[in-house]
């Protein structure tokens, strides 16, 4: 790697402190008063900067005219992760700041209009400018970030600039280190290396759309929707927050049904509003045939500013609760079991990058496995794939880019960061039904003694913020060293027995696992998920007996984790959750071959033996009274129909 300057990599840090305003940012849509006008997916001109100090773009001010201007460009894809777009090695590994440039033109009919630049996510730390004037900076990936524009053209194009550094730090989420390797018998001069502390490859670019849209200059500003149940009835709390409390005339709130017809009205800011006999908000494998599954209505605001402007936003919502008890995971009263998969977003070509085929492929998967849940492990996947979950009913646990969280990343800084990318996460998904748990790390050092305030910190936090879901982080210490899992309401347990200890020992598992979950319950007594358990699995590969690596393997390995998952989910075992749906890309180690390979599937999404096995049992739990509350008697095949 080339010999930068240590100061590249901090340069912007401090000044992403300046972050955009925390402001609702609620989702574009069109309405009648909001347009979508601009989508700026597809060719953008790129170009990394890979000078000696990674800081010529900002020297050069490569923002201030064209990129093209200020040396070669490729054309990049965007949504995309730029680093499998080419042949280059020194692209796919590169460290540093990357610079994109694209035009779009705004009509001057719009110039009355409040007009918004977004983009839904990049990674990790951002700039943007328009026309050579910075517009926003962002810090974090995989969460959305927008900015009102003021000083644009009308009457000609517009130039946005973006520039993006994957630079990992010890402050960052995920945390990372750029390691220099001083040796000058081994290394030239200034050779460093960007050191991970996560299991899978630090893709970057511009991983979401681009867009720009339109809303009045008086605008609702974000809603919240937080429901109950009351009998058959559903109750139905919100608060809308204009952008200018002072302008508002008058709002109109009205509920629509699935038909379009009104199940509910408001008039305040403020209220709660009963929906009778209401539709609630299953999972999908908790249909019985008297209930539609994934029920959304849609709340629809109507604005109306002391100028005659309106402002409409429809939002889709669910009515469902979630709460637990020490063995129990409910989900409108009635228990839940999840069966399901850990996840990541990644494929072929487009790493990180949004893809429209790959989200319907993916969900086809998780329905035709009979998986009733997934972990957004271990960042916030796209809002498209949210929404799917969301239609579909499909449970999702919605997990925060904290993974790796070790000594070294207990500071101030990365506290505070930590809870202003958990207001970020909230923010956007407060009111989605299918997110029933906050996950707010992965595997943190939790056993080391700062981490108990660090995590109460964070915890209390997110509980304060969304008291009607569920908080944890994602554990994998020892019950007797843990030292921060009384925050959690629920235990989220990631283990690897007979794989990464008593490798090869399938015969263990049993003892090791079922002793384990025990203690952990009897320590905290509170409900268990095992969020991660599975053995990396080269497809094609076969061996009887079983041998580490077979798809053999992998079958057996599972099998016994599901002896103890059956026995364990009589007690306090509320759901079971696959390391991995699929294949997927990490960095070039010797324990890796060509990505971790745990996945049911190929990262081209061909199912393993695994996968059968999966299918197979899903779909017998989806029969048991832990997952479905209704009586099947002659209507079983309503289930096999969502498949
Ligand atoms: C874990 C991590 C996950 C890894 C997995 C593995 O515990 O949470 O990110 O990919 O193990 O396969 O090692």
Redesign the pocket.
């Known amino acids: 790697m080339a010999a930068p300057m240590k100061r590249m990599f901090f340069i912007h840090v401090v000044c992403l402190q300046l972050l955009c305003a925390m402001s609702g940012m609620l989702y574009p849509r069109n309405s009648i008063s909001r347009t979508v006008f601009q989508n700026l997916d597809g060719m953008w001109n790129f170009r990394i900067d890979s000078s000696e100090n990674r800081f010529q773009g900002f020297e050069e001010k490569w923002y201030s005219r064209p990129l093209q201007q200020s040396g070669p460009v490729i054309p990049m894809p965007v949504p995309s992760s730029y680093n499998d777009i080419t042949q280059s090695k020194e692209l796919r590994d590169f460290v540093g700041w990357a610079w994109y440039d694209n035009e779009f033109y705004i009509p001057p009919e719009l110039a009355s209009k409040r007009t918004v630049l977004r983009i839904d996510s990049a990674h990790y730390n951002t700039i943007v400018w328009l026309n050579g004037q910075e517009v926003m900076q962002h810090s974090g990936g995989h969460l959305p970030f927008e900015t009102e524009l003021k000083n644009y053209n009308t009457n000609g194009p517009n130039r946005v600039t973006i520039a993006i550094n994957n630079t990992l730090t010890p402050t960052t989420l995920p945390p990372g280190t750029i390691e220099y390797k001083n040796d000058p018998l081994k290394y030239p001069k200034g050779y460093f290396v960007q050191n991970l502390q996560?299991?899978?490859f630090n893709y970057a670019g511009i991983h979401r759309t681009v867009k720009v849209y339109t809303t009045p200059k008086v605008y609702i500003e974000d809603i919240t929707i937080v429901t109950d149940i009351q009998g058959s009835n559903g109750l139905v709390s919100y608060t809308v927050t204009p952008s200018m409390a002072s302008m508002v005339q008058s709002f109109q709130i009205t509920i629509l049904d699935k038909e379009g017809n009104s199940a509910g009205q408001g008039s305040q800011p403020q209220g709660k509003i009963t929906v009778n006999n209401a539709n609630l908000w299953w999972p999908y494998s908790m249909l019985n045939s008297s209930n539609d599954t994934a029920y959304l209505y849609t709340f629809k605001v109507t604005l109306t500013s002391t100028s005659g402007d309106t402002d409409q936003y429809s939002l889709p919502f669910g009515i469902r609760t979630v709460s637990n008890t020490n063995t129990q995971l409910l989900i409108n009263n009635k228990p839940f079991y999840c069966h399901g998969v850990a996840k990541h977003e990644d494929s072929d070509i487009r790493g990180k990058g949004l893809d429209y085929p790959l989200i319907a492929k993916d969900f086809n998967l998780l329905k035709w496995l009979g998986a009733n849940c997934f972990r957004t492990?271990?960042y916030p996947y796209a809002e498209e794939i949210m929404d799917q979950a969301d239609q579909q009913g499909i449970v999702v646990i919605d997990e925060s880019p904290g993974?790796g969280i070790e000594k070294g990343n207990f500071g101030n800084a990365s506290l505070a960061h930590h809870l202003q990318v958990m207001d970020e996460m909230i923010q956007r998904d407060k009111n989605r039904p299918a997110v029933i748990i906050w996950s707010v790390a992965?595997?943190p050092k939790s056993g080391l003694p700062e981490a108990k305030f660090y995590f109460k910190t964070i915890l209390l936090h997110v509980k304060k913020a969304d008291p009607t879901r569920l908080v944890t982080f994602?554990a994998?210490a020892d019950y007797g060293e843990e030292k921060a899992a009384q925050y959690n309401d629920i235990l989220c347990i990631?283990r690897?027995y007979a794989w990464?200890s008593d490798c090869s020992h399938t015969e263990l598992i049993n003892l090791q696992l079922t002793n384990d979950l025990k203690a952990f319950h009897n320590k905290y007594n509170k409900p268990i998920i095992v969020t991660?358990y599975?053995a990396?699995t080269i497809p094609g590969y076969h061996q009887d007996p079983s041998f580490v690596f077979t798809e053999e393997f992998q079958v057996e390995f599972l099998q016994e984790y599901h002896k103890v998952f059956d026995h364990l989910r009589k007690e306090f075992l509320v759901g079971e959750m696959v390391?991995?749906f699929a294949d997927f890309m990490t960095i070039q180690q010797i324990t890796r071959v060509v990505g971790?390979k745990?996945g049911l599937l190929t990262r081209q999404r061909q199912p393993k033996m695994s996968a059968h096995l999966i299918r197979s049992r899903y779909r017998n739990l989806m029969y048991t009274n832990k997952t479905y509350h209704g009586s099947f008697h002659g209507h079983s095949t309503n289930i096999l129909n969502v498949l």
């Open positions: 996560m299991d899978f492990s271990h993974v992965n595997e994602v994998n990631n690897y990464y991660e599975g990396d390391w991995n971790n745990k």
